[in-house]
Every structure is written in C-alpha cells, then in structure tokens.
T-cell receptor, first 113, second 111 residues
Framework: GAVVSQHPSRVICKSGTSVKIECRSL??????MFWYRQFPKQSLMLMAT?????????EQGVEKDKFLINHASLTLSTLTVTSAHPEDSSFYIC?????????FGQGTRLTVV | KQEVTQIPAALSVPEGENLVLNCSFT??????LQWFRQDPGKGLTSLLL?????REQTSGRLNASLDKSSGRSTLYIAASQPGDSATYLC??????????FGKGTMLLVSP
C-alpha cells in the first residue's frame, strides 16, 4: 500500500504557543489530504480537507484561524495549531487517498500544558 | 448526517476463535466502506476496502462483507491470534474521499 508519513509523533507544548504537524505522501502525489482529530474513546472526526494550491475546506465548528492548513506541494500538507490551549490536546492524524483507498499517517499526540 | 455505529465496543476472546465485528451506517448512499486497524497510540492501517458495488472482500484471515441497502458491514476474523489485538475501525466514504468513522471495536485476543 501507499505510505503516508506524519511528523512529529508526539509533541508537548505550552499554552499559547503554536505547533506545526507535517503530513507527507512518500510514494505518491496527493492533491488532497485530510486532517482528522481523535479524542479518547471517540471516533476520528474530520477537521478539514487540504487542497494543493488552494485554500483548505474546514468542517463545521472547526476554527480555520486556529488550525492553519497549508498544502504547499503535491506531497506535503501541514497543520499548525495556533495559540494552543489544553483543550486542543488530542490525537491528530492525516490521510491521503490513492485510487479510492485512504492511507493514514502515524498520527501526532499533542499535549498542551 | 451519516452516522456509523460499531458493535460490540469491546470484545475479548481466546486465541483460535473465529469472530465477527459489526458496523452499521444510516445513509446507504456511500461510495465505499473501509475497515482499519489501529494499535494504541498509532495511526491507522487499512485492512480492506469494499467498493459500493461489491459485496465482500477477503485478505488472508479477514473477510469483510457489505450490504449497502441495509446499511451493514461485517468483518470476519478467522482463527484469531494475539497479534490481532487492536481497535478495529469501520469508515464509510461519503464522497470526495472524506470518511465518517465509527468509534471502533477494541479486540483483545488472549493466548
């Protein structure tokens, strides 16, 4: 299957700081990537769709100014959590589709202290 | 709004048993359904993808079926092994490659 790499796998940051998470498709190009968030014992919830060369599309209730998404190339999308708060602590995971199948990164465990 | 439900939420079985995980969804207008495995604190590994026109897919000891009209899918695991212990997630594609997930079934296979 296709490979999607996400970095970092874990990050701890202080309240008020910003954190950038990278998602790369290693062996295929992805014009679209997706960012999900997963709270403990909950489903993965789609946050936004990252589109190469254009603005991201955000799901209802997701603040676009807080969760900045940049899809600078066909293999890289980044999610920046700005002015992080403890309630932003969660598991963030990206995915990229290839031939109708979704492939996921390893996820990033964000802890805001 | 699409809702995906997985039953049971947790399952514990002895090694060697055959088991069935269930997934149901409220809106039958789906493009495909995908089963994933998630190990604790890790990403998702794709197990099986069933296109909306298909009835089932098989990979090794895994078999997934899809009954789109009734909004149901099952994942059958044959001869379970301790290494199968993980959370199994069902997701349906609602279009444009976006997925709606269930909460998962946490499986524990004991030696």
């Amino acid at each position: 299957g296709a490979v999607v790499s996400q970095h970092p796998s874990r990050v701890i940051c202080k309240s008020g700081t910003s954190v950038k998470i990278e998602c790369r498709s290693l062996d295929f190009q992805a014009t679209t990537m997706f960012w999900y968030r997963q709270f403990p014992k909950q489903s993965l919830m789609l946050m936004a769709t990252s589109n190469e060369g254009s603005k991201a599309t955000y799901e209802q209730g997701v603040e676009k100014d807080k969760f900045l998404i940049n899809h600078a190339s066909l293999t890289l999308s980044t999610l920046t959590v700005t002015s992080a708060h403890p309630e932003d602590s969660s598991f963030y995971i990206c995915s990229a589709p290839r031939q109708a199948e979704a492939f996921f990164g390893q996820g990033t465990r964000l802890t805001v202290v | 709004k699409q809702e995906v439900t997985q039953i049971p939420a947790a399952l514990s079985v002895p090694e060697g048993e055959n088991l069935v995980l269930n997934c149901s969804f409220t809106d039958s207008a789906i493009y495909n359904l995908q089963w994933f495995r998630q190990d604790p604190g890790k990403g998702l590994t794709s197990l099986l993808l069933i296109q909306s026109s298909q009835r089932e897919q098989t990979s090794g000891r895994l078999n997934a079926s899809l009954d789109k009209s009734s909004g149901r899918s099952t994942l059958y695991i044959a001869a379970s092994q301790p290494g199968d212990s993980a959370t199994y997630l069902c997701a349906v594609e609602r279009g444009y490659s976006t997925l709606t997930f269930g909460k998962g079934t946490m499986l524990l296979v004991s030696p």
